[in-house]
DNA sequence: CATATGGTTGGGAGCGCTCCCAACAAGGAG
DNA sequence: CTCCTTGTTGGGAGCGCTCCCAACCATATG
C-alpha cells in the first residue's frame, strides 16, 4: 500500500509548491490557472488534508465536545438528549465541525474521563449539559482554559456562557392556564430538585399559582424523570384529590396519564393533565398531551453557533441565551380552546 | 495568559529531557526516581500532553467515529440507538478512546459529510450502523483504507467485518412460541423491507410459522419503526381477524397494543402479541410485553472491541459476531409460562 | 530610465509529539 | 583490564500542515 500523499506530493504533480496547493484547500490566493491545475490533481488523487497535522499547526481542530454527565441507564430513554444531540450535531455538520462525545455515570472511575474533555488538541471546545446543581463539572472548566458554554443554567451563571429555555416563564404559564380553566386544587409533580430545570419548573409554577390564588398545599411530589416515576408520583397523588395537575415533563406526564386511568379516573374529566417539554408525539396518548413546548434542538444549535464564537474570541462576556417556551393546548387540560397552530 | 507547556518544558523543570518525559507519560522504561521527579512535575503543573501532536507523531488519533445514516427526526425517539451508544461511548472510555458521533439525514448536501468520516488524521476507525439495503455507505468505506466495522448485516457481509443479533433466530423463535401457545391465524407487523434487521426477522417468522405448519397468509403489514406505524399496522390487521401477532420491533408493539385495545379487544386473551427488542421497559405497558431481545449494550461493546482489533492489525481477514438472542416470556402472549429469569 | 505597486509564488520555521539510535554508566564475565 | 551486557538517558529526524516573509514578475508611475 503506497504511502498516504501530502501536500509537497500534489504539489510536485501539479507543478507548484507545497504552499500553493495550501492556499488552494484553504482558499487563498491563487491565479485561476494555477488553481485549475491543482484542484485537477487533488480530485484526480483524492487527497485530503491531514486532520492531526492541521490542528497542530493551525491549532484548531474543527471539533467540539459535548459532555453529559450522568449518562447512565436511562438517559435515552428520554428523547430531550436525542433531540438536543441532533440540534448540536446538525449545527456541527454545517459549520464543518466534527463532534465528539463523552458520556459519563456517576462512578468515580468514570468521572476521572473529565480531564479527557480538556485534553489540549483534541477538541476546541466543549458543549457542557444537564448537570446537577453543585456539580464540580463546570467548576472544573471554568479551572482550565477550555472554552466551553452551558445548556442549562448553571450554579454561578454569572460567570459562563449558557443556553436555557425560560423553564420558569414556561411553568408559569401552565399554572395560569390550569387556573383559568377553573381548577382550583391543583397537584405538582416536579422534577429533581438537584437539577436547575426540576427548580425552575417548580418555582415557576408556584408562582403562577399564588398570582391566581391557588395553591398545591401538601399536593405536590417529586419524580426522577422517568415515565414510572410519574405513575407512581400520580398515583400518590390521587389521595389528595387534584382536579390539575402539573407534570415536570412529557415522559412523566405519560405515566401520570396511566395512573389516572388505572385509578378509573378520567382525563380531562376529572383531572387537567398539563406538562412540559412538548417532546412526546401528540398522537402517542390519549388524551392529547397539553403541554408547555420547549425548542430543544433551537437550544442546541444555538449553543454551537454560541460556542464557536466563544473560541472564535467573539465573545468574551458572559452571555445567557434564553428561549421562549410556548404552550400547546391539547385535550388532557380540558380546555375548550382550539390547539393552537404549530401545536 | 502564559504557553501552554509541552515536553521539552516538564522536562526542564524535572531535569531531564524531552525523551524521559515522554516515556514517563507513555509507560517506558525510566528509573524510578526519575519517574517519581518527573511525575511530581506533571501533577504540579498539569501537564497534558497535545493530542493533535501526538496524532501526528503517532500516526493514531485515538478517536473512533460512530455513523448514523438517515438520523432524521424520529431516530432517538426508539431507545435502540441510545442504548448502541450507550454501549459504544462505556466501550471507548474504558480503552480510553473519544468517540465522535456523525449523523445526517439523507438529503445531497447531508451525504457530503461521509467524505469527512475518512478524512485522515481525524479517527482511527469506523462504526458504521442501521444502513438500509443498498446504501452506497458501505461501499464508499470500502474504498478506503479506513478501517471499519459495521453493526448490522451489510448487503456484502463477506468482505466486511461486521457485529450483528441473530435476528432471524429470534424471529423464528417468536413463531415457535407462538405456535406452541396453539394460536393459528398469526398475523406479521414487519421492519421496513430495505433494512436488513426488517427482512431478517420477516424471514425468520415466516420461517418458524411453516416450521410449525403455519401461515400469515395476507396479514402482514409494513411499519417504519414508529410506534404510531405500528398502531395503523395493527389496525388494518385486525380485519383479518389474527389470534396473535408479531411485531418487529418493541415501539411498534406498543402501537399495536393500542390499536387492540381500540378496538376492544383484549391482549392477551383476544389477540397474542410477541414482540422484538426487549428494549420497552416492561411495567410501561399492560399487558407486559413478551419480546425477543436482543443485547443492543453488549453489541456495541463488541463493536468497539472488534474495531480496535481491526485497527491495531489483530484481525485481518473478515470476521462476523453473531449475539444470540433470548425470548423474554411475559404477558402479552398469553403464555401460562412463568417470565423467565432475567425477563 | 528608475522606482513603486500589487498579484503570485516558494520555502523556512515551527507546532509538540514519537521513534529510533547513539551515548553513557555500572557491573559481571572472560 | 577489557569486553559485553543491561539499564537508562539524550537528542536528531520527521509526522504534514500553517504562517510568514522574501522573491519574483508584470505593470503602472515618477
Redesign the pocket.
Known amino acids: 500500500m503506497e ?2 500523499l ?3 506530493d500534489v ?1 510536485r504533480r501539479a ?6 496547493v ?2 488552494v ?2 482558499g ?8 485549475r491545475r491543482v484542484e485537477a490533481v487533488i480530485a484526480e488523487t483524492g ?1 485530503r ?2 486532520a492531526a ?2 490542528s ?4 484548531s481542530t474543527g471539533v467540539i465536545g459535548l459532555v453529559i454527565p450522568s449518562a447512565a441507564g436511562t438517559l435515552f430513554d428520554d428523547p430531550y438528549f436525542g433531540r438536543l444531540i441532533l440540534g448540536i450535531s446538525s449545527a456541527t455538520n454545517e459549520v464543518d465541525m466534527t463532534l465528539a462525545l463523552f458520556l459519563f455515570g456517576d462512578g468515580p472511575d468514570e468521572r476521572s474521563i473529565i480531564s479527557r474533555v480538556v485534553t489540549p ?1 483534541l477538541v476546541d471546545g466543549v458543549i457542557v449539559t444537564a448537570t446537577t446543581r453543585g456539580d464540580p463539572l463546570i467548576d472544573h472548566m471554568q479551572g482550565t482554559n477550555m472554552p466551553f458554554v452551558v445548556v442549562g443554567r448553571p450554579d454561578n451563571a454569572v460567570s459562563t456562557f449558557c443556553v436555557d429555555v425560560d423553564n420558569r416563564a414556561g411553568a408559569r404559564t401552565a399554572a395560569l392556564h390550569l387556573a383559568a380553566l377553573g381548577r382550583s386544587r391543583p397537584a405538582l409533580i416536579a422534577a429533581p430538585s438537584n437539577t436547575s430545570a426540576g427548580i425552575d419548573r417548580r418555582n415557576g409554577f408556584l408562582e403562577g399559582l399564588a398570582e391566581a390564588g391557588l395553591s398545591v398545599e401538601d399536593r405536590i411530589a417529586e419524580g426522577d424523570w422517568s415515565q414510572d416515576s410519574g405513575r407512581i408520583a400520580m398515583a400518590r397523588l390521587l389521595g389528595g384529590q387534584p382536579d390539575s395537575v402539573f407534570v415536570s415533563s412529557d415522559r412523566m406526564a405519560v405515566g401520570a396519564l396511566r395512573a389516572v386511568s388505572e385509578a378509573g379516573l378520567n382525563c380531562p374529566r376529572d383531572i387537567s393533565v398539563v406538562s412540559f417539554d412538548g417532546i412526546v408525539p401528540p398522537d402517542l396518548t390519549t388524551p392529547r398531551l397539553t403541554s408547555v413546548v420547549q425548542p430543544v434542538t433551537e437550544v442546541g444549535e444555538r449553543a454551537v453557533r454560541l460556542l464557536t464564537s466563544v473560541i472564535g474570541g467573539a465573545s468574551t462576556t458572559p452571555e445567557h441565551v434564553v428561549f421562549p417556551t410556548e404552550l400547546a393546548v391539547r385535550e388532557s387540560c380540558g380546555s375548550t380552546a382550539q390547539a393552537r397552530p404549530g401545536a
Do not use: C, F
Open positions: 504511502r498516504r501530502n501536500l509537497e504539489g507543478g507548484v509548491s507545497r504552499s500553493t495550501s492556499r484547500v484553504n487563498g490566493h491563487v491565479s485561476s490557472e494555477t488553481k487527497y488534508p491531514h497535522a492541521r497542530l499547526a493551525s491549532n488538541g
